[in-house]
């Protein structure tokens, strides 16, 4: 693929990440849906999206289902989704982006830890620099989002990484990804039928949760598994540092929203901090060998 294009649907991808989050946003804060409405059509939708488009990669449902998805990735993903949805009912569109993002982040470096793995002296420092960013947009005053808000897309962020860990070694992830989403809806029903929930925000909701799902999500998914063979490992995780950047632009140009002058300090530590850990030589990887910002470089996606 010609470098201009693959910088451009790279890109695009990158918008379709932020999308999610300013998506989330306008059905929950704006419209009124409730976040386990929002969380089953999202699911359901992007199950859908992803079945046809296991079927035009020559995906069999009769011989491979099986060997696709797991309940505990569903888990894992349903766990991310509802607490995505709740957490963005109060929390600022980026606000939400660079917690989530962070929480992904330094949960795949903790599990990496734990693996084994070591941290360079250049990478410790950038460990400290997004911890002490998170921390200094979590306090309390002006830049902090509500503390409920907050730990929900902490949660969220800790769920993905659980998921990212599980799925690594999938070979056919575009199929397992829409398994998995497909597992997730029954739990996104029951969550609709056991959580309190208001209005559904109407067809102008409804629709955008089928858009954040079947396109945001779903497709967004599907390209950037296009588009992984062809970026350099270095490429593939510094890239994703963009996603709460443009999350921000967006929330700013289309939801009307503004950062304060601390959040804004605060998350450009939080990104540079990220920033030295994956540009580092022996920066953290999954097992399996790929490293890994945001999303992961193989297996499901968020």
């Known amino acids: 693929m010609a470098f201009p294009l693959r910088s451009l649907l790279t890109g695009l991808a990158m918008v ?3 999308g999610n989050s300013l998506l989330c946003r306008l059905a929950l804060q704006r419209l009124g849906m409730d976040p386990a409405t929002f969380t089953l059509i999202r699911l359901l939708s992007g199950s859908l999206m992803l079945a046809l488009l296991a079927g035009r990669l020559g995906f069999r449902p ?8 797991s309940w505990a990735a569903a888990l894992a993903l349903f766990t991310y989704a509802i607490c995505f949805s709740a957490g963005y009912v109060s929390t600022p569109a980026a606000s939400g982006a660079l917690l989530l993002f962070g929480a992904v982040q330094i949960s795949l470096i903790g599990h990496g830890l734990w693996q084994g793995e070591r941290l360079s002296c250049r990478q410790v420092a950038g460990l400290m620099a997004a911890l002490s960013g998170l921390m200094a947009l979590l306090r309390p005053g002006v830049a902090a989002p509500p503390a409920t808000g907050a730990l929900l897309m902490l949660t969220a962020g800790m769920a993905w990484a659980a998921y990212t860990v599980i799925g ?3 070979s056919a992830p575009v199929a397992a990804t829409g398994a998995n989403f497909l597992r997730a809806a029954p739990m996104g029903l029951l969550a609709v039928l056991l959580l309190p929930h208001g209005a559904s925000g109407g067809s102008e909701a409804i629709g955008i949760a089928i858009f954040s799902g079947a396109v945001t999500s779903a497709l967004g998914y599907a390209l950037w598994y296009h588009l992984l063979p062809q970026l350099a490992a270095i490429e593939a995780a510094s890239v994703q540092l963009s996603v709460p950047v443009v999350t921000a632009v967006g929330a700013s140009c289309w939801l009307g929203e503004r950062l304060s002058f601390p959040s804004v300090i605060a998350g450009a530590v939080a990104l540079g901090g990220i ?3 994956v540009s580092a030589p022996g920066r953290p990887r999954l097992p399996g060998g790929t490293p890994t910002v945001f999303f992961s470089i193989k297996g499901d996606q968020p």
């Open 16 to 18: 379709a990440f932020a």
């Open 62 to 69: 009769s011989s491979d289902a099986p060997r696709t998805g």
């Open 168 to 170: 690594r070694s999938v």
């Open 275 to 277: 920033g030295l850990i």
